[in-house]
């Protein structure tokens, strides 16, 4: 069954759109854009990739990004860091060598706010638009098109794309110029990395005082204490069960992204510096891989 075979779609016209980057989060939302009637070229790094999932859900693929990119309307990334973005935008294969004016490249990489603005830069000299959309909500989010998009860019741009996205997600907001969707993923990340540390102690304390910590999840969770990852991570982690949702290695290198930016606005982030170095620890266990609610490892 498709990835996007339970999705709902509100009807929207037809987009000739691009996919690049068929990862674990790349892989079902290019399907629920073509599950919503759009024409999808895809490109992945990895050609059989690409090709496995074109044999799944139909669409074309593409042997580079200028390739898949020709004669797109809407262009989305979804790839590993700053240096991948920027090879698959800029680079000589790039998206931006082939985009017809007037054309929107939507990125949904984890990135620094600076690539997405100086993107957006290099976008605006070419004719193109460039929306900078971070999103939340993980492998089972895009696979249910239910993921959180922060978006940053111009008004006129993110009105052309923003029912496109929605084929993927229930909440799609600017929140500024080039930059602020990045800006806000980072808020994002300071607040799951606080929650699990607390949620990791919490655990970890009621164990060690013989609670049943199942029945007292059921308890606090209706509480004042009540959150997503308590109410989603609690439970497996009381059960030492970290094999889903987002890694480790992941969650490392956007901590690092946030404490780049804080460095350069002066933010203090004593917790979230703090957090990462236990990430760091847990990696040096072997558990770069491991779902992020992997924190309490380092306390039992």
């Not at 996007?4 to 929207?12: G, Q």
């Not at 993980?138 to 084929?167: D, H, K, Y």
């Not at 404490?259 to 760091?280: K, S």
Request: charged content about 15%; proline content about 3%; overall charge negative.
């Amino acid at each position: 069954m498709s990835a996007a075979a339970s999705k709902t779609y509100d009807p929207t016209p037809a987009r000739c759109v691009a996919f690049i980057g068929l990862g674990t989060m790349g892989a079902p939302m290019a399907a629920h854009l073509l599950a919503a009637g759009h024409q999808v070229t895809v490109y992945n790094r990895t050609t059989a990739k690409a090709e496995a999932w074109v044999a799944e859900h139909g669409g074309r693929w593409a042997v580079t990004p200028r390739e898949a990119a020709q004669g797109a309307d809407i262009v989305f990334t979804c790839v590993g860091n700053d240096d991948d973005l920027r090879q698959v935008t800029i680079g000589t294969e790039g998206v931006f060598a082939s985009l017809k004016a007037g054309a929107i490249v939507v990125d949904h990489t984890t990135t620094s706010a600076e690539v997405a603005r100086e993107l957006s830069a290099v976008a605006a000299q070419q004719g193109l638009s460039f929306v900078d959309a971070p999103v939340s909500g993980g492998n089972l989010g895009a696979i249910n098109g239910v993921l959180t998009v922060m978006c940053g860019g111009s008004a006129e741009a993110f009105a052309q794309v923003e029912p496109v996205i929605r084929a993927f997600a229930r909440a799609v907001t600017l929140l500024g110029e080039s930059g602020s969707g990045q800006l806000a993923k980072m808020v994002n990340q300071i607040c799951i990395g606080g929650l699990l540390q607390g949620l990791s102690e919490a655990i970890a304390f009621g164990q060690k005082a013989g609670l049943d910590m199942q029945q007292v999840i059921g308890v606090i969770s209706q509480g004042a204490a009540g959150s997503w990852q308590l109410a989603n991570r609690g439970p497996t982690m009381v059960k030492d069960e970290f094999d889903f949702g987002f890694a480790v290695d992941w969650m490392r290198k956007d901590l690092g992204l946030v404490l780049d930016e804080a460095r350069r606005q002066g933010a203090r982030l004593p917790v979230t510096a703090l957090v990462d170095q236990f990430y760091a620890d847990v990696q040096a266990q072997g558990g770069g891989r491991l779902d992020t609610s992997s924190l309490i490892k380092r306390l039992r």
